[in-house]
């Protein structure tokens, strides 16, 4: 499968990004889909994560500011980025899982993932 990230850029403190990732040429139905982000130096680190049955997860830092979803129709995932801070500049990527899932893994865990975008940058300055 592709999975090609769009919809990152620069913000102001405060201000709301989107970011986008449509899946193409999958012959299987991922069981789960989530958006991770790295810094320079930096483990890539879980953002949020949702399951084919709809329930999400996400990371600590940005629970109450930050929202997942999908519209199976179109292939795509969302992240809706709400009060952006400083600390949210990061090259975001999607992730999809393996045909095989590793559920040993956590969900926001990066070595669960098989299948990665090619990032997008997001800055975000005070």
């Known amino acids: 499968g592709q999975l090609v990230e769009s919809g990152g850029g620069s913000a102001q403190s405060g201000e709301s990004l989107r970011l986008s990732c449509v899946a193409s040429?999958?012959?299987?139905?991922?069981?789960?889909m989530g958006w991770f982000r790295q810094t320079p130096g930096n483990e890539r680190e879980g953002v949020a994560v949702?399951?084919?049955?709809?329930?999400?997860s996400y990371a600590d830092s940005v629970k109450g500011r930050f929202t997942i979803s999908q519209d199976s129709a179109k292939n795509t995932l969302y992240l809706q980025m709400n009060n952006l801070k400083p600390e949210d500049t990061a090259i975001y990527y999607c992730?999809?899982?393996?045909?095989?899932?590793?559920?040993?893994?956590?969900?926001?865990?990066?070595?669960?993932?098989?299948?990665w975008g090619q990032g997008t940058q997001v800055t975000v300055s005070s």
């Open positions: 992730a999809a899982d393996s045909r095989f899932p590793r559920s040993w893994l956590p969900l926001l865990s990066s070595s669960r993932y098989d299948n």
């Open positions: 040429r999958y012959t299987y139905r991922p069981y789960c």
């Open positions: 949702i399951v084919v049955d709809g329930s999400t």
